[in-house]
């Protein structure tokens, strides 16, 4: 196989998703650790609240002056409070935001395929992957799940119903995804999982 055509392949590209509070950003590091090129979704929002002018102006017309901080910039922990008690109110922001990700999320992957010598795999954490229909948007889905109650114990966020129960049963995402793993043991066993996923991952490149 040729060398230069091998290394101008475009990455391989992963998402993780799963439950809130099931390890999907612990899983992300770990792909880090192990070599693929990571971009997180939280990243990315946290990124868009800080630099796109024009969303700015959109959350403020519609929650007021509440939501910036004393430089007068985006306060994430006010809008979370606004949106994680208010269901129409988090619809409407991820209705907001979701298509800005996605464009920021493809911009990252499309430069990574440009590079003279692209890694093998990129991977991002898509919490509402098949709730969104975005699955169609990558070669490999990892699910990540864990017990309800492990989860509560890694999420306050899980007190909070109305997001929760939007979610896909992890039983669904389990069967749609091409790997799953069941996160309820050691950070050295999830680290154990990636490793497995990574190498055949590489096995079909070869």
Same mark, same amino acid.
């Given at each position: 196989?040729?060398?230069?055509?091998?290394? !101008?392949?475009? +990455?391989?590209?992963?998402?993780?998703?799963?439950?809130?509070?099931?390890?999907?950003?612990?899983?992300?590091?770990?792909?880090?650790?192990? =070599?693929?090129?990571?971009?997180?979704?939280?990243?990315?929002?946290?990124?868009?609240?800080?630099?796109? +002018?024009?969303?700015?102006? &959109?959350?403020?017309?519609? #929650?007021?002056?509440? %939501?910036?901080?004393?430089? =007068?910039?985006?306060?994430?922990?006010?809008?979370?409070?606004?949106?994680?008690? /208010? !269901?129409?109110?988090?619809? #409407?922001?991820?209705?907001?935001?979701?298509?800005?990700?996605?464009?920021? $999320?493809?911009? #990252?992957?499309? =430069?990574?395929?440009?590079?003279?010598? +692209?890694?093998?795999?990129?991977?991002?954490?898509?919490?509402?992957? $098949?709730?969104?229909?975005?699955?169609? !948007?990558?070669?490999?889905?990892?699910?990540?799940?864990? +017990?309800?109650? &492990?989860?509560?114990?890694?999420?306050?966020?899980? =007190?909070?119903?109305?997001?929760?129960?939007?979610? %896909?049963?992890?039983?669904?995402?389990?069967?749609?995804?091409?790997?799953?793993? /069941?996160?309820?043991?050691?950070?050295?066993?999830?680290?154990?999982?990636?490793?497995?996923? &990574?190498?055949? &991952?590489?096995?079909?490149?070869?």
């Amino acid at each position: 196989m040729d060398t230069q055509t091998t290394a !101008r392949r475009p +990455p391989v590209s992963v998402a993780i998703t799963g439950s809130i509070g099931a390890g999907k950003t612990a899983a992300l590091v770990a792909f880090a650790r192990h =070599g693929a090129a990571v971009v997180s979704s939280d990243a990315i929002v946290h990124s868009l609240l800080a630099t796109d +002018p024009k969303l700015r102006q &959109l959350l403020v017309e519609r #929650w007021g002056a509440q %939501i910036l901080d004393e430089a =007068g910039q985006i306060d994430r922990s006010a809008i979370a409070g606004i949106v994680f008690g /208010d !269901r129409a109110e988090l619809e #409407w922001l991820e209705s907001l935001l979701h298509p800005l990700v996605v464009q920021e $999320y493809l911009s #990252w992957r499309d =430069g990574l395929a440009r590079l003279d010598e +692209p890694p093998e795999v990129c991977v991002t954490e898509v919490p509402l992957l $098949y709730e969104s229909g975005g699955e169609s !948007r990558f070669d490999v889905v990892v699910a990540i799940t864990a +017990p309800r109650k &492990l989860r509560e114990s890694r999420s306050a966020v899980l =007190g909070i119903p109305e997001r929760s129960n939007r979610l %896909i049963a992890d039983e669904e995402k389990v069967r749609r995804a091409d790997f799953a793993y /069941d996160n309820r043991g050691t950070e050295d066993e999830l680290d154990a999982f990636v490793v497995s996923v &990574l190498e055949q &991952l590489h096995a079909r490149l070869t």
